[in-house]
Antibody, heavy 121, light 108 residues
Framework: QVQLQESGPGLVKPSETLSLTCTVS????????WSWIRQPPGQGLEWIAY???????NYNPSLKSRVTMSVDTSKNQFSLKLSSVTAADTAVYFC???????????????WGQGTLVTVSS | SSELTQDPALSVALGQTVKITCQGD??????ATWYQQKPGQAPVVVMY???SRPSGIPDRFSGSSSGNTASLTITGTQAEDEADYYC???????????FGGGTKLTVL
């Protein structure tokens, strides 16, 4: 059973860069998509980006200018950097494993517990 | 890019049937994936593909799709089904991941 665990600072100052890492255990990082998804307090889910194990990335166009994802297959980890943060970036950030079943759509079948990141001075 | 639209809230009497819908152009090409999220927890897949349930999801959950609308039906709703439900799909033009705004389901 694969498990995902987010790690990183819970408090980030405005205009700085939010950095999070997701560690995958119980399975290989290969052959899957790996996403970051966030949820502002009391609001819905917003997909941020995904990275394929080979390094291919796809970013939400609304965040693309500020987002960078990377993957380290040797450590079974992938990471998120979100620059120039504001209070609007305050949210629970989830990492999740994605795959494309025969239906062709995305399916995030394993999630981390989520980590709350607050943007405040 | 494409969007997915859901009713913000629905209510259902205990034991009755409820249909949660999701509309969007991408659903003409791709089936929806449905997630259930309870307070303080990560989302869990309850339905994907044409009508597939992950292991452990009760068979009272079923899915369907017609045109630009996907539906998640809960037959014989239980108290533990009270949760937020999100649909998700794949943008047909750029392969982005799409989420609907979510439906808060209340079981009366």
């Amino acid at each position: 059973q694969v498990q995902l665990q987010e790690s990183g600072p819970g408090l980030v100052k405005p205009s700085e860069t939010l950095s999070l890492t997701c560690t995958v255990s119980g399975g290989s990082i290969s052959d899957y998509y790996w996403s970051w998804i966030r949820q502002p307090p009391g609001q819905g889910l917003e997909w941020i980006a995904y990275i394929y194990y080979n390094g291919y990335t796809n970013y939400n166009p609304s965040l693309k200018s500020r987002v960078t994802m990377s993957v380290d297959t040797s450590k079974n980890q992938f990471s998120l950097k979100l620059s120039s943060v504001t209070a609007a970036d305050t949210a629970v950030y989830f990492c999740a494993r994605g795959r494309i079943p025969a239906s062709g759509s995305y399916m995030h079948d394993s999630w981390g517990q989520g980590t709350l990141v607050t943007v405040s001075s | 890019s494409s969007e997915l639209t859901q009713d913000p809230a629905l209510s259902v009497a205990l034991g009755q049937t409820v249909k949660i819908t999701c509309q969007g152009d991408s659903l003409r090409t791709y089936y929806a994936t449905w997630y259930q999220q309870k307070p303080g927890q990560a989302p869990v897949v309850v339905m994907y593909g044409r009508n597939s349930r992950p292991s452990g999801i009760p068979d009272r959950f079923s899915g369907s799709s017609s045109g630009n609308t996907a539906s998640l039906t809960i037959t014989g709703t239980q108290a533990e089904d009270e949760a937020d439900y999100y649909c998700s799909s794949r943008d047909i033009s750029d392969n982005h991941v799409l989420f609907g705004g979510g439906t808060k389901l209340t079981v009366l």
